[in-house]
């Protein structure tokens, strides 16, 4: 049976790690990836910088080859990478094991993977190539799919992304009428109306794709 493990990993064990780490405030979203064998070309979605920034970012991290700006869409700027010989350890570890990438998340307190595998073996030969790899991995939770983690882990959602819901939530931003708007909302969390938009959207996403998954067999006819 398959298996869903949450890691998480220091913001320089991944590429652009350097640009997670400077203070900016950037926020990185690994496109959900399918294994391919030993091919891995990750897509992510940059938020919170300017084109011309993340270009600069990309060339100086040493072990990305080549990178095409794919799309511009609300704030957030998507990217394909051409990764080099050196494929960086955890993102190779994931290749090797044919790890499903569900979601990736990261930012200036580390990376956030949700992770499938085809069941409990390839995780545990995940985990060791990272442990050989000195890569500071730390296992959240692991869960079969529609056994959801206890108290929220292993659905995906960080913990940036938690309390921002939460906050919405208490703030009255779900109600109807809203008791806040997005820009009161975001001034009260002292960031930017686009970061609260952006965490609220993969937030409530990784929420529905955890707890509406197919293998959700229960009777809901009541």
Request: hydrophobic fraction near 40%; proline fraction near 3%; charged fraction near 25%.
């Amino acid at each position: 049976m398959s298996v869903i493990a949450t890691v998480a990993a220091p913001a320089e064990e991944v590429t652009l790690g350097a640009a997670l780490a400077d203070g900016s405030g950037v926020e990185i979203t690994l496109e959900r990836v399918v294994p391919l064998g030993s091919t891995f070309v990750p897509y992510f979605w940059i938020g919170n910088a300017s084109v011309d920034r993340i270009e600069r970012a990309l060339r100086a991290e040493a072990d990305v080859e080549s990178f095409e700006i794919v799309d511009r869409l609300e704030g957030e700027t998507l990217v394909r990478i051409e990764l080099d010989g050196r494929v960086d350890g955890l993102l190779d570890a994931m290749a090797a094991t044919d790890a499903t990438v569900l979601q990736g998340v990261g930012s200036a307190d580390g990376w956030r993977f949700q992770l499938r595998f085809d069941d409990h073996d390839p995780l545990t030969e995940f985990y060791r190539r990272c442990s050989d790899e000195g890569i500071a991995l730390d296992l959240r939770s692991v869960h079969n799919p529609g056994v959801p983690a206890e108290q929220g882990l292993g659905l995906g959602i960080t913990d940036t992304q938690r309390e921002t819901l939460r906050t919405a939530l208490e703030a009255g931003y779900f109600d109807v009428p809203r008791g806040v708007n997005l820009t009161e909302l975001a001034a009260e969390m002292g960031v930017s109306d686009t970061a609260v938009s952006q965490r609220i959207r993969r937030g409530i996403t990784a929420l529905l794709e955890a707890t509406l998954s197919d293998g959700d067999t229960e009777d809901v006819s009541e």
